[in-house]
C-alpha cells in the first residue's frame, strides 16, 4: 500500500538550531516526492521536490530510497520557518500526503 | 503567477441542503483539478481527480452521488456536496495543474458546516 508516513505533529527547536522533519513512505515503483508547507492563514504551496535537488529557504531533502525516506533538513532554522509541513508522495499526478509535522521555531 | 481560488471561503448550510464550492485557475489553463477533504488535526485526503471535458475520478470510498464534480472548463472546476448532513462539515481544498502530473497548485480551501 502507498503510505507516507511523518512521525512527529511537533518539532520544536530555538532559532539557529538545526531542524530535520521526518518522513518515510511505502511505494512499490519509482517514488516521487515533495515537500509542502502552510504558513499561518496561507495556503498550501511547494516546497521542493526530490527531482529538483534544489534548496528552497535553505532547506534540502534527500530521497533514500534503501530507508524509504525523505527527510527534510536546515542547519539553521528561522523563526519565520514555523510552520506546517507536509510530506507528500506522487503516484501518476495524484498526491498521497503524510499527516504533517508543526514546526515551532523560538527565538 | 499560478493562482488558484475558492468560493466560498466557508459556508453554513441546513443538513438536506446542496452546496456548490467553487474552484478557478487565475492566470493558467488546469487540464486537470484535484478536490481534497481535510478534517481538523488531520491530513489532507484526496477525494477525486477531474480533467476537463471528463468524467471525475474519484477515490475509493468516496461516493460520486454525493459529491457532484464538474470541469467544464480550463479554469473551473466545481464541487457540490448534495444532501449535506452533519459529517460533511470538512475543509474541502482543490488544487489544479496545467497537466496530470505537473506541479498542483492549490486554493485557500472552503470551510463547510452543516448544521
Known amino acids: 500500500a502507498q503510505r507516507v508516513t511523518q512521525p512527529e505533529k511537533l518539532l520544536s527547536v530555538f532559532k539557529g538550531a538545526p531542524v530535520e522533519l521526518k518522513c518515510n513512505y511505502s511505494?512499490?515503483?519509482?517514488?516521487?516526492l515533495f515537500w509542502y508547507v502552510q504558513y499561518s492563514r496561507q495556503r498550501l504551496q511547494l516546497l521542493l521536490r526530490?527531482?529538483s535537488r534544489e534548496s528552497i529557504k535553505g532547506f534540502t531533502a534527500d530521497l533514500n530510497k534503501g530507508e524509504t525516506s525523505f527527510h527534510l533538513k536546515k542547519p539553521f532554522a528561522q523563526e519565520e520557518d514555523s510552520a506546517m509541513y507536509y510530506c507528500?508522495?506522487?503516484?501518476?499526478?495524484?498526491?498521497?500526503f503524510g499527516q504533517g509535522t508543526t514546526l515551532q521555531v523560538k527565538p | 503567477g499560478a493562482v488558484v481560488s475558492q468560493h466560498p471561503s466557508r459556508v453554513i448550510c441546513k443538513s438536506g441542503t446542496s452546496v456548490k464550492i467553487e474552484c478557478r485557475s487565475l492566470?493558467?489553463?488546469?487540464?486537470?483539478m484535484f478536490w481534497y477533504r481535510q478534517f481538523p488535526k488531520q491530513s489532507l485526503m484526496l477525494m477525486a481527480t477531474?480533467?476537463?471535458?471528463?468524467?471525475?475520478?474519484?477515490e475509493q470510498g468516496v461516493e460520486k452521488d454525493k459529491f457532484l464534480i464538474n470541469h467544464a472548463s480550463l479554469t473551473l472546476s466545481t464541487l457540490t456536496v448534495t444532501s449535506a448532513h452533519p459529517e460533511d462539515s470538512s475543509f474541502y481544498i482543490c488544487?489544479?495543474?496545467?497537466?496530470?502530473?505537473?506541479?498542483?497548485?492549490f486554493g485557500p480551501g472552503t470551510r463547510l458546516t452543516v448544521l
Open positions: 488544487s489544479a495543474s496545467r497537466g496530470a502530473s505537473d506541479t498542483q497548485y
Open positions: 511505494y512499490s515503483g519509482s517514488p516521487e
Open positions: 526530490h527531482i
Open positions: 507528500a508522495l506522487g503516484n501518476t499526478g495524484k498526491l498521497i
Open positions: 492566470d493558467f489553463q488546469a487540464t486537470t
Open positions: 477531474s480533467n476537463e471535458g471528463s468524467k471525475a475520478t474519484y
